[in-house]
């Protein structure tokens, strides 16, 4: 181990692997798409839809086994990251593209030889939701940069030639995030399942317990708790005094509540062994874009999936966090291109009355209309197809 006890990397051969990336003659047709360790999130969508086109050779890519084996059974192309070490890496020398929706350094588990293969290859990165968060290279005055796992994902991400956008208005941001001036305007891929019915093919990834699955599928009101991944400490959205009072409030009101922690905080236990009949635990992993429509409000500290849920037209409830109280460095609103009337904003003090409002008495539709038109001005609906078409634009400019 090295500095700050990052991973021993041999710099010969990435130097080897990144100039053979640069100089072998690329497959043609060959784009890679890499996740967490999930099938979820935007390149999931985008892979699922881009997979069709047999002018493509679209292959996810994961460490996951269990990914590997679901995706093998339904025939989708599908690699089995280090399994064997030359297969892996021959198979990234040739891809023409590498679409992301994380950052590489979080996909190729900090592999230093597999981020070299892919030197050649055009990276694209769609990122995973609209943020009130500094990221990336906005994060350099607050942490050093002498600290290898900070830097290095900061200049893997920063790599990336493309970067997905879903406004205008949004690119000053993502080129300040990235670096990147190339910036891609269209709407996320997950993002359409919010608004048509969901294939079955989507829904791998996305298997939920059949009690949850029940309750779901009920027509009792349903909120869905989301809190979002914490550098540092926890906010108080899962404290315990905040969950006993909503999980009383509801449990009177018959309304059911569902949480889904962040997958790099993943907590999972069996829902069916607790003893409160309305809560659900959703796990860390599961892709639950598919169901998001179904619930009635969504409750989270600063997620940005709080953006996305706005596109099903249903309330949104964050935890009233005043500057620089949580964090130096977010939550940071100022950072949107709209105002904050479209959100209800809560405390542990207050949070029963206002969901109250929220679910029986909302008065932010309007409010949640215009920054829907602000921050996803282009079709959701036809967010892999945008997409598509722009790869293809991009891969005929390499081959040329």
């Excluded at 635990?281 to 940005?304: C, E, G, H, K, Q």
Aim: proline share 4%; with cysteine; hydrophobic share 40%.
């Amino acid at each position: 181990m090295t500095m700050n006890n990052y991973p021993a990397v041999d710099h010969r051969l990435c130097q080897v692997l990144s100039q053979t990336s640069l100089k072998k003659t690329k497959n043609k047709k060959r784009i890679l798409f890499f996740d967490r360790d999930a099938f979820a999130d935007n390149t999931k969508y985008l892979y699922l839809h881009m997979v069709k086109n047999p002018q493509l050779e679209c292959i996810w890519c994961t460490w996951n086994e269990a990914v590997y084996d679901m995706l093998q059974k339904h025939h989708l192309p599908v690699h089995l990251l280090g399994k064997n070490n030359d297969e892996t890496i021959n198979l990234l020398l040739e891809a023409q593209i590498a679409i992301f929706c994380v950052n590489p350094h979080h996909s190729l588990h900090r592999n230093w030889s597999y981020f070299a293969c892919l030197e050649g290859a055009k990276h694209i990165q769609l990122w995973h939701g609209i943020s009130v968060k500094n990221l990336l290279l906005q994060l350099t005055p607050y942490f050093s940069m002498t600290d290898l796992g900070f830097s290095t994902s900061l200049a893997w991400a920063s790599r990336t030639d493309y970067v997905l956008s879903t406004a205008e208005v949004l690119n000053p941001y993502w080129r300040e995030v990235f670096g990147c001036d190339n910036i891609i305007n269209a709407s996320y891929p997950r993002n359409e399942v919010l608004l048509r019915n969901v294939t079955p093919l989507e829904l791998l990834g996305s298997k939920i317990d059949t009690r949850t699955m029940k309750a779901i599928a009920s027509k009792r009101k349903k909120i869905f708790i989301a809190p979002t991944w914490q550098r540092f400490d926890n906010t108080e959205i899962l404290s315990k005094e905040m969950l006993t009072q909503l999980l009383l409030y509801t449990s009177k009101n018959n309304i059911d509540v569902f949480i889904k922690t962040h997958p790099y905080r993943a907590v999972n236990f069996d829902s069916n062994a607790l003893k409160i009949n309305n809560f659900y635990f959703i796990d860390a992993d599961v892709d639950v874009y598919p169901f998001l429509n179904r619930f009635d409000a969504l409750i989270t500290d600063y997620s940005s999936i709080m953006f996305d849920f706005l596109l099903t037209k249903k309330p949104v409830l964050t935890l009233d966090i005043a500057p620089g109280e949580h964090a130096n460095f977010e939550p940071n609103y100022a950072l949107l291109p709209i105002n904050n009337k479209f959100r209800y904003t809560f405390t542990k003090d207050n949070i029963t009355s206002v969901l109250y409002k929220a679910l029986f008495k909302d008065d932010k539709a309007v409010e949640r209309e215009l920054a829907v038109s602000r921050l996803f001005p282009n079709d959701s609906t036809n967010a892999c197809q945008q997409m598509e078409m722009l790869i293809i634009d991009i891969l005929e400019d390499i081959i040329c």
